[in-house]
Each structure stands twice: as C-alpha cells, then as structure tokens.
Nanobody, 118 residues
Framework: QVQLEESGGGLVQPGGSLTLSCAAS????????MAWYRQAPGKQRELVAH???????TYMDSVKGRFSISGDNAKNTVYLQMNSLKPEDTAVYYC????????????WGRGTQVTVSS
C-alpha cells in the first residue's frame, strides 16, 4: 500500500514564501512523475506544476517564475518552493504521484492548506 504525506502549508503574508513537501511510502518500485495541484473554494482542481523522472518540468502560467518544483527520487519526495505568494494562490494544495507498485497507478495526498493573507 502506498501513501503520500504532505507538509509545509500554512498562513503567509503576500510576497512571502513557503515550501511544500510530499513524501511517498510503501511498496514503491519507481515513480514515473510527480506533481502539485491546487483547489480554491468554488473552483476546480488545477495543475500547478509537474516534474518527470528525467526532471522535465511544466508550470501553470500564473506561477511561472515564482514557483519551483523539484523531486528527490532517492527519498520518494517532491517539493514545491513558492515565492512571491499572492492572495490568489490561496488554496488546498495536493500532491500527486504516478507510482509503480506492481503496476503504475495514480496516488494523491490528502492536501495541505495554503493561505496568503495580510
């Protein structure tokens, strides 16, 4: 059984920074890709950033230049460094991984709240 555990959310002032972490545990053979999604109240879940096993990254337009995704395959962990945070970044952030635990399946974390407010 595979589980994802997120950490690092919280309350931050506009212009501030936060780093989210997500660690996978369980019977993991390999991780094909990792990503962070977010969902604001009343809105659909959206892809924030994605990283492949070969470290190729993609970002949603509104976070380019401010957010940075990285992965540590040895630790089965993905990070999201968030700088210059804006109130519109407020959302629940979810970790996603495509993991081979016998077959490749999608796994989600429970989510961590990020609130940007003065």
């Amino acid at each position: 059984q595979v589980q994802l555990e997120e950490s690092g959310g919280g309350l931050v002032q506009p212009g501030g920074s936060l780093t989210l972490s997500c660690a996978a545990s369980g019977s993991i053979r390999s991780i094909a890709s990792m990503a962070w999604y977010r969902q604001a109240p009343g809105k659909q879940r959206e892809l924030v950033a994605h990283i492949t096993r070969s470290s190729s990254t993609t970002y949603m337009d509104s976070v380019k230049g401010r957010f940075s995704i990285s992965g540590d395959n040895a630790k089965n962990t993905v990070y999201l460094q968030m700088n210059s945070l804006k109130p519109e970044d407020t959302a629940v952030y979810y970790c996603y991984m495509a993991i081979d635990a016998g077959s490749i399946s999608a796994y989600w974390g429970r989510g961590t709240q990020v609130t940007v407010s003065s």
